[in-house]
RNA sequence: CGGGGCGUAGCUCAGUAUGGUUAGAGUACUUGGUUUGGGACCAAGGGGCCGGAGGUUCGAGUCCUCUCGCCCCGACCA
C-alpha cells in the first residue's frame, strides 16, 4: 500500500472524550473512529488489524476441529423467551419489529441461535462431539459504553460452542479450548493470565477468564507470585492463614463498650487484633421475586466480597441497606452478632467456622460479648464470603498473592444443561435414551482485543503493535520524495519485500521528516526504513518502534536484515 | 437508571458571569512561493443553522423552558 493513496487520517489532537491509551491512539493513528456512544466506525487499518485477530482465531479453531459457522445477527425473540433469557437480559437486548409486526432482537450472543441449529439435526450420540463458533458482530445496549472499543455496545466476539454426550467428554473438550485460546493470545504477543472466574447465575462448575494484564483493566485479579494460579477477586480462594495474631484471654461475658460501632474502635478498645472482632455487613438481598435484608459476618480484618456473598444466598443484586431499615428489623447498627440472632437471616464466613477468643455485636446499645466460642454456630449456614486480600496466601503452592489488573478478553465455561434442557435439544445415547446435550461455551472479544493490544503495548508516542497484530510490518518512508534516486531505491525495496510475502507500506507522501516519524510512531508499524540522507553512503536506516531504536544498514542488505528482525 | 459535566469551523478550544457591529484562535484544508532529518515559513483563500425546538427582548452563541446528543462517577455488565 502506498501511503499517498491510502486512508489513514491521523491527528495531532486526541479526541476530547477519550482516556485510555488505546482509546487515544486508536483514534488519532486513524484506526477507528466514533460514530455514536459505543459505536465505531473501523477504518482501513483497523480492519485490517481485526482481521489479523480472526485469521490467528480461525487458524487455531480449525487446529482443534471446531467448525466455523455464521448465524444470522437478528434473532426471533422467540428463542429468547423459550430459553427464559428475553427477562433477564433485559435493556441490553435491542428489540424491534419487522414489517410483519414480529419481534426480533439483535444478537447480544447466541447461544440459543447455536441451540436451535443443532436441535433435531444431531440426534445421536453417534454425531457428538461437535464444536461450533463464527466470528461475529454481537450488540448488547449497555447501559454505560465505556473506554472507547474496550466496553463497545456493538462488538466483535468469537463465540463457540460445543456439544458432548458426557461430562468427562466436556472436560476434556473444555482443556482443549483452554489450551488453543493460550496458543491465540501467545500469537498475538500478549501477557495474560488464565484465571478462576465466578459463574455466576448461569451456574456451571468450571469458569475461566483470560485476562490481559495492564493497568486500566476492568477487572482485579489475584495472581500468586509463585506459581499460576490466578483468579478474579470474585472467585478468588485463599489458603487458611499461617500467622495467627496472639489471641487475647478473656472468658465468656457481656461487656460494655459504650459507643463503640467500627471494628477499628473494637479492637482499639480492648486492644486486640481485628482478627478476633466479628464484623457485621447488612444488605438487602434481591431475589427474581422480592427481597430481604441478609447480614454477613466475617473477620473483622476481612472484607466482604460481594460478588462471594451475592451467590451465598442466591440473589441477584445486593443493595444497601439503611440504618432506619436496620433499626426497624431491631436490629442495634455497630452491635450486631450472630448470637441468639433471630431477626435476620444471616450467613458466616467459613474462616469463622469453630473461631474461638472472638469479640463480637451483643445484639444491644453499647454491649459487646467477649471470649466468644462460635463453634456454638456451628448449625449456622456458613460460605466463603472474604474478598482475598494482597499477602494472603495461595491455595495451591503458599505462595503470596498479589492484586492486579486484568482486561477480560476471553470467558470460557462449561455450561452443562443449562441451554439444552429448556430448549429441548436432545439426543439418543447408547441406551436410546432422550438426553439433553451436555455444552461448553467459550468466547473471546476480537475488538476488544485490539485495544488490548494497545493497553498492553504504546508508549508516549502512540502504537506498538506486536509483529502478529500489525497493520503493515513495515514502513519504508522516504524522507524526501524530491530526492528522485530515494524514491526508486524505496519503490524498489517495497516491491521486493512485498515479494518475499512482509507486508509493506509505502511513505510517499510529500511531507517533510519530522511529520512522517510522528505519524509512524503513532501509528505503530514494527519497522521503518528511513530511506534519506545516509543513501550518499549507500546505507539506510531502520527504526524499530518497540524500542525506538535506529540501527543503520547498508542499503543492499536491507531486506535481509529485515527478514532477521521479524523472525 | 441515580449524580455531575459538556455541546461554537473537520479537530482542540476561546467568547456566555454583565445580551449589542460582519462570531474568533490554533490546527487541518485549497492555491502560489520558499524550504526539506523530528509535526517548517511567507502570502492569499474556502469553511459555522453557536446541538435542536419554543420563549423573553428593539436585539440572543450569551437569559428562560423543553428536548436531543456525548462524556465522567456510581449501579449494571449470563
Known amino acids: 500500500m502506498r501511503f499517498s493513496r491510502a486512508y489513514i487520517p491521523t491527528t495531532k489532537e486526541s479526541p476530547k472524550d477519550a482516556l485510555l491509551p488505546s482509546h487515544i491512539y486508536l483514534s488519532r493513528a486513524g484506526f477507528v473512529a466514533q460514530v455514536a456512544s459505543g459505536l465505531y466506525n473501523f477504518l482501513p487499518l483497523g480492519k485490517r488489524v481485526l482481521r489479523k485477530i480472526e485469521n490467528i482465531i480461525n ?5 482443534c476441529g471446531a467448525l466455523e459457522v455464521d448465524l444470522s445477527f437478528v434473532t426471533p425473540a422467540e428463542l429468547w423467551q423459550e430459553s427464559g433469557r428475553i427477562e433477564k437480559f433485559g435493556k441490553e437486548l435491542l428489540r424491534f419489529r419487522d414489517r410483519k409486526d414480529n419481534l426480533f432482537v439483535l444478537g447480544p450472543t447466541h447461544e440459543e441461535m447455536m441451540v436451535s441449529i443443532v436441535r433435531n439435526r444431531v440426534t445421536s450420540y453417534k454425531q457428538l462431539p461437535l464444536n461450533v463458533y463464527q466470528v461475529k458482530t454481537k450488540f448488547r445496549d449497555e447501559a454505560r459504553p465505556r473506554f472507547g ?42 501477557t495474560f493470565r488464565i484465571v478462576e472466574a465466578d459463574s455466576g447465575a448461569i451456574g456451571g462448575t468450571g469458569s475461566k477468564e483470560l485476562m490481559v494484564l495492564a493497568q486500566s483493566g476492568e477487572d482485579t485479579l489475584a495472581v500468586c507470585d509463585t506459581c499460576e494460579y490466578g483468579a478474579n477477586v470474585e ?30 474502635d473494637l479492637s482499639a478498645f480492648f486492644h486486640v487484633d481485628p482478627y478476633y472482632t466479628l464484623k457485621a455487613v447488612v444488605m438487602r438481598a434481591v431475589y427474581t421475586e422480592g427481597s430481604e435484608p441478609v447480614c454477613f459476618f466475617i473477620r473483622g480484618c476481612d472484607e466482604l466480597q460481594e460478588v462471594k456473598a451475592r451467590n451465598s444466598v442466591g440473589a441477584i443484586d445486593l443493595v444497601d441497606i439503611s440504618e432506619a431499615e436496620l433499626s426497624e428489623i431491631g436490629l442495634v447498627p455497630g452491635f450486631i452478632g450472630p448470637l441468639d440472632q433471630d431477626k435476620i437471616r444471616f450467613v458466616m ?39 482475598v486480600a494482597e499477602g494472603d496466601g495461595c491455595p495451591h503452592c503458599g505462595g503470596k498473592f498479589l492484586h492486579t489488573k486484568g482486561i477480560e478478553v476471553g470467558h470460557i465455561f462449561k455450561l452443562g444443561t443449562t441451554y439444552s434442557a429448556p430448549l429441548k435439544a436432545e439426543f439418543l445415547d447408547e441406551n436410546g435414551r432422550s ?23 504504546h508508549d508516549e508516542k502512540g502504537c506498538i503493535w506486536t509483529h502478529a497484530t500489525a497493520p503493515y510490518m513495515v514502513n519504508v518512508m522516504v524522507s524526501n520524495i524530491k530526492e528522485e534516486a530515494h524514491l526508486a531505491y524505496a519503490e524498489s525495496l517495497y516491491t521486493e519485500l512485498q515479494s518475499r510475502g512482509i507486508e509493506t507500506i509505502l511513505d510517499d507522501r510529500k511531507e517533510r521528516f519530522g511529520f512522517k516519524m510522528s505519524d509512524a510512531e503513532l501509528i505503530g508499524f514494527p519497522f521503518t526504513v528511513i530511506v ?13 518502534r518497540k524500542t525506538c531504536e535506529i540501527i543503520t544498514v547498508n542499503a543492499d542488505d536491507v531486506e535481509t536484515k529485515l527478514e532477521e528482525l521479524i523472525g
Not at 59 to 63: F, I, K, L, N, Y
Not at 255 to 264: A, E, G, L
Not at 451 to 457: L, S
Open 59 to 63: 487458524e487455531e479453531m480449525a487446529a
Open 149 to 190: 472499543l474496550m466496553r463497545a455496545r456493538e462488538f466483535v466476539m468469537k463465540d463457540g460452542y460445543s456439544f458432548h454426550a458426557s461430562t468427562e467428554d466436556l472436560d476434556r473438550e473444555f482443556d482443549v479450548m483452554e489450551a488453543a485460546y493460550k496458543q491465540i493470545l501467545e500469537r498475538l504477543g500478549l
Open 235 to 264: 472467585a478468588a480462594r485463599r489458603a487458611p492463614r499461617t500467622i495467627i495474631p496472639e489471641a487475647p484471654q478473656a472468658d465468656f461475658m457481656r461487656f460494655k463498650t459504650p459507643n463503640v460501632k467500627s471494628i477499628d
Open 349 to 387: 464466613d467459613n474462616d469463622t467456622r469453630n473461631a474461638t477468643s472472638m469479640i463480637c455485636g451483643a445484639n444491644e446499645a453499647d454491649y459487646h460479648f467477649v471470649g466468644v466460642n462460635l463453634s456454638v454456630m456451628n448449625e449456622a449456614v456458613f460460605a466463603d464470603l472474604a474478598a
Open 435 to 457: 438426553q439433553p446435550f451436555i455444552m461448553g461455551t467459550y468466547g473471546m472479544g476480537v475488538s476488544r482485543l485490539v485495544a488490548a493490544v494497545i493497553e498492553q503495548h
Open 532 to 544: 534519506g540522507k545516509e543513501m550518499e553512503n549507500g546505507l539506510v536506516q531502520i527504526m524499530i
